[in-house]
């Protein structure tokens, strides 16, 4: 169904990649709590959590760090890195970072992507092709009655709602971000993922063989600890090749 994939697939490479969320997720959490602790007054920190809690994170380990965040406990510092480039098939690539050592981030990602088919470009080179939107996708069951969903979402602030075969996907401005998501957790509805996304306004088709590239080349990316994220303009589900 395109490159947002079904909710199955979603889970699939949930589950495939577990361990490497956990570490991720307490990154994202860690960065979040610096601007405080208390989730009810930390819209960042609270989808930090809600994310670690829905992969079946241990309290423990948000609560650690949480408290790394806030100085409670002695930790690393962690610094945004973003790069964009190409993959096979001239498919656009944003990575996004967290790392307590932009050196060695650095050169992982160059090196990916030169063994993999892809270059890293200049700042700008492809972020002009993204939009950063909120995204909210919500399984489509019989339960759900798409009109009332819809104005659920669009009274909070949302933008727009597409309807694909297995989900609901609403899409918001940053601003409105955590006001939709709030509206419809408080409805009642249960989240499959939300966060802030580079959604592309064009998108790539790239060959069989240039597809196979692209997938070897993401999925080693996001193995790498210090990435958060690996968006691209790919009209294909990477995790369905």
């Known amino acids: 169904m395109g490159r947002h994939g079904t909710i199955a697939g979603r889970k699939a490479a949930q589950d495939s990649k577990r361990a490497a969320m956990f ?4 990154k994202q959490i860690t960065v979040a709590a610096k601007d405080g602790g208390d989730p009810d ?3 960042a920190l609270r989808t930090a959590i809600d ?7 241990p309290n423990d380990n948000i609560n650690r760090a949480i408290k790394k965040g806030t100085g ?9 890195l973003q790069f964009e480039g190409y993959g096979a098939g001239g498919v656009a690539i944003i990575v ?12 992982a990602v160059k090196s990916v992507f030169d063994k ?4 890293v470009g200049t700042p700008g080179c492809v972020s002009y092709m993204f939009s950063r939107k909120g995204v909210i996708i919500i399984e489509k069951t019989d339960e759900i009655d798409e009109d009332e969903l819809m104005e659920v979402a669009l009274e909070a602030g949302a933008d727009d709602m597409i309807t694909n075969d ?6 918001t401005e940053p601003a409105a971000y955590n006001d939709v998501d709030k509206a419809l957790r408080e409805a009642g509805y249960e989240l499959v993922e939300s966060d802030i996304e580079q959604v592309p306004s064009v998108e790539s088709t790239p060959g069989d063989d240039d597809l196979k590239k692209l997938k070897k080349l993401v999925d080693i990316l996001e193995d790498n600890d210090d990435i958060q994220k690996v968006h691209t303009n790919c ?3 990477i995790d369905a090749v």
Request: proline share 0%.
């Open 23 to 26: 570490t991720k997720y307490a």
């Open 116 to 119: 993999h088919g892809g270059n």
């Open 72 to 80: 409670e406990l002695g930790g690393v510092s962690y610094e945004s």
């Open 51 to 57: 994310k670690a809690k829905g992969i079946g994170m």
């Open 96 to 107: 996004e970072c967290l790392t307590d050592n932009t050196n060695r981030t650095t050169a």
């Open 235 to 237: 009209a294909v589900d």
């Open 41 to 43: 007054y930390n819209a």
């Open 166 to 171: 297995d989900n609901f996907e609403i899409q």
